[in-house]
C-alpha cells in the first residue's frame, strides 16, 4: 500500500433499459454518470479496521484480530463466485452488533464493508490497518447506482491494500485506470458487495461503476456499445426513498406469480434494448432531431412495461406528467419505486424548455439536473489532484 494510501472513485450509472429484466436474463443498456463516490483509504493505527460514511451516517472501527478469528473460525469459502453465504452475513451481524433483521442503509454499507474486507483477505492475505472514508456525488438509494459506486470504491481499495492489483498511477500523473485483468478483478469484487445490499444483483450497475462509459450488459456479459451519440438527459430525483433489493425481490414474485403475463414483458422490455441500441449506433456523433421519435416512444413504452411488473410510483408517473407537458419523454431509472427518471432532452430542445420543465418539476418537491453520460470508469487518483476535497472530507473525520 502506498505510504500515504489512495484515492478511487467510481460512477453512478443511468440505466437507459433494461432495470429489472436484466435481473432475468434480458438484456440492458445502462452509461456511467458524471456523479462519482470518493474513497480515500489511508495507514491505520492499532491494528484497526477504521471506516467513516458521512452518506449514511456511519463511523465505526473493528479490531483486526476480532476480524481475522471470525475468519478462521467460519472457515468458509470466500470465492468471488460464489453468493455470500447467510451464515457468513449473520455472524458478520453479530460481530457489528447489528441486529439481525436490520437493513437500513447503515447496516447494509456496514456489512457490505465487513463481508469484502472478510472475504479479500482470506483470499489475499490479511488487509492492513487502515482508515477508510467514502463520500458521494450521488444520492443514495435513488436509482443511480450509488450501492454500486460503494462497492467498485471498496473492491479497488481493499485489493490494493492486500496487494492483489497494483498501483497504477506513476509520478506526475493525476488519475490513472488498472489493467483490464485488474479491472474484472474489482467488478467481481464489487459484484460480491452489491450481492450483500441487493441480495439479488444483476451486475449492471458494478459492471458500468468499473467499465465506465455505455455498455449492453446481458447474464455477466460486458459489451462496450460501439458508438454512443451525444445525448442529452436531465435526471430528476423524486425524492421518493425505495430499497433495489425489495423491488427486485417484488417482482421476482410477479414473475412466479403470473409467468405467462409476466415473461412476455420482460421479453418485450428486451426487444426495447435491442432496439434502442441498434438506433443509438445508427446515429452520428451529433445527431439532429429527427433521430429522437424512435427513442422517445421505446421510452414511453418501457415506462408502462416498468409499471406493469409493479415498480412505478406516483411520484415517477406525476413526473412523466409533467415532461410531457413540454413535449418531453420520460422513464424512471434504476429499480424505480420513487427514486430517479429520465427525460431525454432533444438536440433542439431549446433552454428555455429545459428550464420551464425544471420549475415545474422542482413545483412538486423534485430535484432535477442536466447531467453528462459516458463517464471513465473505477479511477485512481493523485491525492494532490484532489486535495481541496480530499482535506475537506479527512478534515471532518
Ligand atoms: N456513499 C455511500 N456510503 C456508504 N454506503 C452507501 C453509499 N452509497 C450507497 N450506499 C449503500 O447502498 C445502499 C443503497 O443501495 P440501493 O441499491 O438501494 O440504491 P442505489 O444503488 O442508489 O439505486 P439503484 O440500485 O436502483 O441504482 C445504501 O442503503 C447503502 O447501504
Ligand atoms: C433493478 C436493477 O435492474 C437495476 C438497479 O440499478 C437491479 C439489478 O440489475 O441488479
Ligand atoms: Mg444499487
Redesign the pocket.
Known sequence: MAERGLVVSAP??V?LHG?HAVVHGKAALAVALGLR?FLCLRPGGEGRLRVR????G?LRSWERPGLSALREQLGADFDESKPPSAEVLEALKEFAGIPAEAS??????IL?FLYMCLAISAKYGDVPSVDIV???E?????????????AVCLAAALLHACGAISCPLKDGEITARWTEEEMTLINSWAFQG?RV??GN?SGV?NAVGTWGGALRYQSGKIKALKRVPTLRILLTNTKVP????V?VAGVKEKILKFPAIMNPVLDSIDAISQECQSVLEAMPANPSPEHYPVLEELFDINQHHLNVIGVGHPSLDRLCRVTASHGLHSKL????GG?CGITLLRPDTTPQAVEAAKRDLCACGFECWETDIGAPGVTLHSSSSLKAQVLHELSES
Open positions: 453512478g450509472k440505466i432495470e463516490t460514511l458521512p452518506g449514511v456511519v437500513g442503509p447503515d447496516s447494509l454499507a457490505a467514502v463520500w458521494s450521488l444520492p443514495t438509494g435513488a436509482g443511480l447506482g450509488s450501492s454500486a459506486a460503494y452489491e445490499i441487493h444483483p450497475d425505495r430499497s433495489t433489493k423491488l431509472t434504476g429499480a424505480g427514486g
